[in-house]
């Protein structure tokens, strides 16, 4: 076996206004969740791992890349990170079908990169019949699950799922888990899971890192 | 029907408004996605010279391009030397006097589409691959596509209308400068020409009613191609 990587190695600081996030981690579990409450700073660590913001310092590797390094002046461009980003909202473009939605991150990933089977993918997440939807016609789960598929057809390097159960009923939310689940028995990329209720991450993993009272990782003041 | 000399004032006309609305277009799409998306020195200063025409009577901002751009203005004298370019009493110059006027309107229409757009989306973009310029080519432009059409619709009309800064700035030259309201104008300082007046406005309310149905037409199109759904 190769020598072991650690999937996620992550220290930084940044500043929002009177809130400031502190974090300092290393994961080496295929899940890692972050949980916290509202306002912790959970959206604001998953902006600066995609690259959305630049943190005021730290350092940030998954997986052997260094995606930003303050010390070094190192800082990815966001399209070269290559994030699942899974946002808590979604964004399904409004102006493209759900195919054209797929087919968005699947267009733009490295020839050479590492894919996972497209059929796989959606067969997983049960997509199949949506292809030529709107997204305006599109239930909330739908959206959910288009938008997972749409991250992991870009050919991520890792994953970073925000919410993913959030405003989904209780039917939808154990579907989306189940499937979350499943991909990551299937596949074989890093998932970072941000959730603010405990009870959920506990079946998908025992790393877990808390946001706003842990003395791992804080954020002073909490806010 | 209609007569050679109302066909060239028609096609004056349309040439006019229809070079000064392409011209302006990029130009409007730039200024607006600047004032809507950046903030820098000077915008505020921007932002009120493009609203300028707006506010200020059109005879003004035709005297203002006149002692700029005339033969004896800076601007004016230089295209001229390098370029042998001049505006005076040439359609061209109708066409700019068209193209600042229909500026402020074109802008404000696209600067609304554009604050309209979610940047969210554009982040989501990014975070898939896209670089700036391709996110701004795939999400931000077509998303606009609607503000992109009401503004052409709205600069197109403004330029068919325009009077003030034309008559100014590049006279009232036949074949040139003579668009419709200045064909119309002078029928009307002539003894006997109310039947020409007559039948030039008409011309000139059909115009632009086609012109208000041509761009009603393309903005549902274009809404209904990406349609969103229901």
């Known amino acids: ?223 | 029907m209609i007569t050679a000399a109302e066909w060239s004032i028609i096609t004056l006309s349309l040439r006019v408004s229809i070079a000064a609305t392409l011209f302006t277009l990029p130009a409007a799409y730039a200024l607006a996605w600047l004032l809507a998306r950046r903030r820098f020195a000077g915008r505020a200063l921007v932002d009120a010279l493009v609203h300028l025409p707006l506010v200020v009577p059109p005879v003004v901002t035709g005297w203002l391009l006149l002692i700029m751009l005339g033969p004896a203005g800076p601007l004016g004298s230089m295209l001229d030397r390098w370029f042998g370019v001049t505006f005076m009493f040439h359609w061209t110059g109708a066409a700019l006097a068209a193209s600042v006027m229909a500026l402020p309107l074109m802008v404000r229409a696209i600067r609304l589409s554009i604050d309209g757009v979610d940047r969210r989306l554009v982040a989501a973009a990014r975070t898939l691959g896209a670089s700036k310029w391709h996110a701004f080519r795939t999400i931000t432009l077509p998303l606009t596509l609607p503000g992109i059409l009401a503004a052409a619709m709205l600069g197109f009309a403004r330029a068919l209308g325009e009077f003030g800064a034309t008559v100014t700035f590049v006279s009232n030259i036949p074949g040139q400068t003579r668009t419709l309201p200045l064909a119309i104008y002078t029928g009307l300082q002539m003894p006997g020409g109310e039947a020409a007046v007559t039948r030039l406005a008409i011309i000139s309310i059909l115009l632009s009613l086609g012109a208000l149905l041509a761009s009603e037409w393309l903005i549902r199109r274009a809404n209904g191609g990406n349609s969103h759904g229901v």
């Open chain 1, 1 to 223: 076996m190769a020598a072991i990587h650690m999937a996620f190695k992550i220290s930084l600081r940044h500043q929002i206004g009177d809130c400031a996030l502190a974090v300092d981690f290393s994961s080496n579990a295929g899940i890692t969740a972050i949980i916290g409450p509202s306002g912790a700073g959970k959206s604001t660590l998953l902006n600066c791992i995609a690259g959305l913001i630049a943190p005021d310092q730290g350092r940030i590797a998954i997986a052997d890349d260094v995606l930003f390094d303050s010390a070094k002046g190192i800082c990815v461009p966001i399209q070269h990170r290559r994030a699942g980003y899974v946002f808590q909202d979604a964004r399904i473009f409004p102006h493209l079908n759900v195919a054209a939605n797929l087919a968005y991150g699947e267009k733009l990933s490295p020839p050479a990169a590492y894919k996972i089977e497209r059929k796989l993918i959606i067969d997983v997440l049960g997509i199949a019949p949506l292809m030529d939807r709107w997204p305006a016609t599109l239930s909330g789960g739908e959206m959910r699950r288009i938008a997972i598929a749409r991250a992991l057809l870009s050919a991520p390097k890792f994953l970073l799922l925000d919410e993913p159960l959030a405003s989904l009923d209780r039917a939808r939310g154990e579907e989306i888990l189940a499937m979350i689940e499943h991909l990551h028995r299937t596949l074989a990329i890093p998932m970072l899971y941000v959730s603010h209720q405990p009870l959920e991450v506990e079946r998908l993993t025992d790393s877990v890192i808390a946001l706003g009272n842990q003395p791992l990782m804080h954020a002073d003041p909490p806010c």
